[in-house]
């Protein structure tokens, strides 16, 4: 972060593709437009940029009291599912001798181009912009080099014409892109996929979350890309099964065959909440399962041959996925800490209105069973897997 000299080196210069001064802390609109502008590094500085909030124009403190609940306001735009590709970013505050000031540290994305609210925002020079055509190509050719993640990667063997382009045409992009952006673009399906990674276009194929989404067949390139389901009569592997299900094909139709499977009744029961009043509990909250699945989902290595295991007992369900923990997230800061080893399919999944916010499905679903009455889950690290126990309610 900045030093205490750096930051009133950037208050009293004039704003530039790197600085932005705010009073405002209430506009979620400008301060999600100005991170996305930051981690887009149009310019290519290959350096953080800063939104300094509680400055004015000319440079002084506005007279901002920077609170503990502005500082985690700010702070929750690191998982505003309306920014995607997620940037990273760090917010501090400053006590200055006229005053306080907020800064958000916002770090060059490697996926490039980043959007809110469906529109890529850029800066030049002083001023913040929403980006045309020719700087969203720049700007995706620019990914290209950057590209680490698996699900970025380009889906070698698959073709245009192995997607059904319906899919993103009618069921993804008008959620993807701001209706106004989709009505002025001229640009065909590859250059539209492209811009929003999910093709590769100096391979001219499909990247893994491309084929992933909306491939006809994507077990053929990604075999283990399903969702085992047994339900056993009994406690163990040992004891029969009563019912399977395999969750297969495009990502779009497994998470909504799946949202329609979670929602058929479970056992549930009244209890009394007061003398008068009773609330319904349940064996499993759907809603817990639900969050706990759409993680693994997210959060699996789709390099491994093996599906995510969806087991049902009498006593217990198990939800186990392909992948160790991943990058920074660790079993002594899980699920506080979160690492994303897909962000393309993570964004997609936003997109798609399955997650609500980002990093908080563990924890919703924790919430949700000591709601209901249930047991914490419980979970289980290793290298090659990490599995979730949800235990019947007593």
Same mark, same amino acid.
């Given at each position: 972060?900045? #030093? #205490? ?22 506009? #979620? ?8 502008? /930051?981690?887009? *590094?149009?310019?290519?500085? =290959? ?15 506005? !007279? ?8 985690? *306001? ?7 599912? %309306? ?16 005053? *306080? ?6 770090? +060059? ?6 959007? &809110? ?16 055509? $020719? ?21 070698? !063997?698959?073709?245009? *014409? ?5 899919? /993103? ?15 002025? %673009?001229?640009?065909? +399906?590859?250059? $539209? ?28 390139? @990604?075999? !283990?890309?399903? @969702? $085992?389901?047994?339900?056993?009569? !009994? ?11 395999? /969750? ?12 329609? /499977?979670?929602?058929?009744? #479970? ?16 064996? &499993?909250? +759907? ?25 049902? &007992?009498?006593? =217990?369900?198990? @939800? ?7 990058g920074m997230a660790s079993p002594e800061n899980f699920p506080r800490q979160t690492d994303y080893r897909n962000p393309v399919i993570s964004g997609a999944m936003a997109t798609l209105g399955y997650v609500n916010a980002f990093g908080r499905g563990v924890i919703r679903a924790q919430e949700v069973l000591r709601r209901n009455g249930s047991p914490p889950a419980e979970f289980t690290f290793e290298t090659s897997h990490v599995l979730a126990t949800i235990r019947k309610k007593p």
């Open positions: 972060m900045l #030093t #205490t000299e750096q930051l009133k080196a950037l208050m009293t210069d004039l704003e530039s593709d790197r600085a932005e001064r705010t009073i405002s802390t209430k506009s #979620t609109d400008k301060l999600g437009e100005a991170v996305c502008a /930051f981690a887009n *590094d149009f310019p290519n500085n =290959r350096q953080p940029g800063y939104l300094l909030v509680g400055v004015d124009n000319g440079g002084k403190p506005s !007279g901002l009291k920077v609170t503990d609940e502005l500082l985690l *306001d700010l702070g929750a735009l690191r998982s505003n599912v %309306n920014i995607e590709p997620l940037p990273a970013i760090v917010v501090e505050k400053h006590t200055l001798p006229d005053g *306080d000031v907020a800064v958000v540290e916002v770090l +060059p994305s490697d996926l490039p181009p980043v959007r &809110y609210k469906g529109r890529v925002w850029i800066r030049i020079g002083p001023s913040r912009r929403g980006a045309n055509q $020719q700087e969203e190509r720049i700007l995706t050719e620019k990914r290209t080099a950057l590209q680490k993640t698996f699900d970025a990667r380009p889906c070698r !063997g698959c073709s245009l *014409d192995d997607l059904v382009l319906d899919l /993103f045409l009618v069921s993804y992009l008008p959620a993807a892109v701001a209706r106004e952006v989709i009505a002025e %673009n001229r640009r065909s +399906p590859k250059e $539209q996929m492209a811009s929003l990674r999910f093709y590769d276009v100096v391979a001219d194929c499909p990247s893994n979350a491309g084929a992933l989404l909306f491939a006809k067949e994507p077990l053929r390139w @990604i075999p !283990g890309a399903y @969702i $085992q389901f047994v339900r056993w009569a !009994g406690t163990t592997m040992s004891d029969d099964p009563v019912d399977e299900k395999r /969750f297969s094909g495009d990502l779009i139709t497994v998470l909504r065959e799946l949202q329609a /499977f979670l929602s058929l009744p #479970t056992q549930s029961y009244p209890v009394p909440a007061s003398a008068l009043r009773e609330r319904t509990e349940t064996d &499993y909250p +759907p809603v817990a399962i639900r969050e706990l699945l759409w993680n693994a989902v997210m959060h699996r290595s789709y390099e491994s041959n093996a599906p995510v295991r969806f087991y049902w &007992y009498d006593d =217990r369900i198990e @939800i186990q996925n392909p992948g160790g923990l991943y």
